[in-house]
């Protein structure tokens, strides 16, 4: 379960900054998952991170009933001036694992399926390669809930169909609050919606609901 | 499977230490071709290439209660010691940025890490130093070793305060590095590495005993020879006053700008 409460967040750039998320609480219950749709800029992005403990909030709280991954995304999480192996090796220790690495190893490359690049610099990968070390290296660990930025939208078609069924493997036992614009991957993986526009959120039981309201905020 | 449930605080930061450490190690070593072997041979390098230039210039000044080429290997191994910390832990947030999405890692880590891992290094180089000169017939061998280690241990925070007050400047304030790298300098100079303080006039020697390496790498250099006479008005709680004080203000500042060092 994770509960947001009355969570601000602005960036302050030179000229001061609006509110991005003003004033959102919410409750995810255990073992729902959910899809954050709404334009760019409405805070989807901002709020995963909140929701991932990656950034503090201005005001209001995230409360973590659960473990919880880091956002799995394209925005970064891999030194780039190190192996994938060294990335992996590096965050197996940081989350005590240091005993498992050669089993979290072969996990991660049984996913990831990217050959002798794991032993080159992330620097060096295509944003598929990127995505697909990012996802398998959270699928080796057991978290209850998992946060995916946009990390599918760059696999191809066989990236995305072992994604989608690694999470189907864990339901009832892990869930994934995503951000995405592929709204088959949403209808695939997500029941519930939270929709974002104007720094609120809305909740939707069905994120069909979620969908379909923001196709009528586009004025579609 | 790993489970993250039931650690508490204090082995979590154990655990991200030991991965922090292991990283800036593994980049340090695998920075380019020679990386490792210059890693030690740049500090030695910098030191036998004063000692030579001083010997050549002729001149050796007499130090009072210590050989002059001596003398000069302790100095400049503590001043580097400081240096190093200060310039790279000033570097470590940026050079870590990415870590940071693991909510487990926080700035000050990679900085305090880092401050680790280079006196490590410039320990090393210390003993390898006073192995070399000893071999060389140089009388290097400390008289007090429990003293050089307490004193070397007093920069060592010293330098990592420093780093930790030094890296919030530079990302807070980017204009601050330019400054940062350019009092180092002066810096050299004025901490009686290289110049005994005993030769500036007493006007000058007045204010130049602000500056607590100078309190530092005298009472370093004390626990190295017997009979040194140390600066007038060198004083261990001053010392103590400036280590315990530049580690309480970067821890601060680190909590106090910990979401901007993060963003930024």
């Given at each position: ?91 197996a220790r940081i989350h005590g694992g240091n005993d498992r690495i050669p089993d979290l190893i072969e996990k991660v490359q049984d996913f990831a399926e990217i050959g002798k690049a794991f032993d080159q610099p992330v620097k060096t990968y295509s944003s598929g390669m990127r995505s697909r070390l990012a996802f398998g290296l959270s699928l080796a660990f057991n978290f209850d809930v998992y946060l995916s930025d946009e990390a599918t939208a760059v ?66 | ?202 006007g000058i020697r007045e204010y130049l005993m602000y500056n607590p390496l100078v309190h530092a790498i005298e009472f370093v250099r004390s626990g190295f020879f017997e009979g040194y006479r140390m600066v007038d008005g060198v004083s261990v709680l001053y010392l103590g006053y400036w280590v315990v004080g530049a580690l309480l203000l970067g821890l601060l500042l680190q909590v106090r700008f910990k979401s901007r060092l993060m963003s930024e």
């Amino acid at each position: 379960m994770i509960e947001v409460s009355h969570l601000y967040k602005r960036y302050h750039g030179p000229f001061g900054g609006d509110w991005v998320l003003n004033d959102i609480s919410f409750t995810i219950p255990r073992n729902v998952s959910v899809g954050i749709v709404g334009r760019n800029g409405a805070g989807k992005s901002t709020l995963l991170r909140l929701i991932g403990g990656m950034d503090t909030p201005d005001r209001g709280s995230v409360t973590r009933h659960c473990r919880v991954s880091w956002p799995i995304g394209l925005g970064g999480g891999f030194q780039g001036s190190m192996t994938g192996r060294q990335n992996v090796k590096f965050v197996a220790r940081i989350h005590g694992g240091n005993d498992r690495i050669p089993d979290l190893i072969e996990k991660v490359q049984d996913f990831a399926e990217i050959g002798k690049a794991f032993d080159q610099p992330v620097k060096t990968y295509s944003s598929g390669m990127r995505s697909r070390l990012a996802f398998g290296l959270s699928l080796a660990f057991n978290f209850d809930v998992y946060l995916s930025d946009e990390a599918t939208a760059v696999g191809d078609v066989a990236f995305k169909k072992k994604a989608t069924q690694a999470f189907r493997d864990r339901v009832g036992q892990a869930s994934i609050i995503m951000v995405s614009h592929q709204e088959g991957m949403l209808k695939d993986l997500c029941q519930a919606g939270i929709l974002l526009q104007e720094g609120q959120a809305l909740w939707f039981d069905d994120i069909k609901d979620a969908i379909n309201q923001y196709h009528e905020s586009l004025g579609k | 499977m790993t489970e993250a449930t039931s650690r508490n605080p204090w082995q979590v930061t154990a655990h991200v230490w030991h991965a922090l450490f292991l990283r800036e190690a593994m980049a340090r070593v695998t920075a380019d071709r020679i990386a490792w072997f210059w890693l030690l041979a740049e500090p030695i390098a910098h030191v036998l290439l004063l000692v030579g230039v001083r010997t050549m210039i002729g001149r050796v000044r007499i130090i009072p209660g210590a050989e002059f080429i001596p003398w000069l290997v302790v100095g400049v191994t503590s001043f580097i010691l400081f240096r190093n910390q200060m310039t790279k832990g000033m570097h470590a947030i940026s050079a870590n940025r990415a870590l940071f999405a693991y909510r487990q890692v926080h700035p000050a880590d990679t900085v305090l890490v880092r401050s680790g891992l280079e006196g490590t290094l410039s320990s090393i180089v210390m003993i390898i130093l006073v192995c070399v000169f000893t071999l060389l017939g140089q009388d290097i061998i400390p008289v007090d070793p429990m003293k050089v280690m307490g004193f070397w241990v007093l920069i060592w925070l010293f330098g990592m305060g420093t780093g930790l007050i030094s890296s919030v400047l530079v990302t807070v304030l980017p204009e601050s590095q330019k400054f940062l790298s350019m009092i180092m300098l002066p810096l050299y100079f004025l901490s009686g590495v290289m110049i005994p303080i005993q030769y500036f006039p007493h006007g000058i020697r007045e204010y130049l005993m602000y500056n607590p390496l100078v309190h530092a790498i005298e009472f370093v250099r004390s626990g190295f020879f017997e009979g040194y006479r140390m600066v007038d008005g060198v004083s261990v709680l001053y010392l103590g006053y400036w280590v315990v004080g530049a580690l309480l203000l970067g821890l601060l500042l680190q909590v106090r700008f910990k979401s901007r060092l993060m963003s930024e």
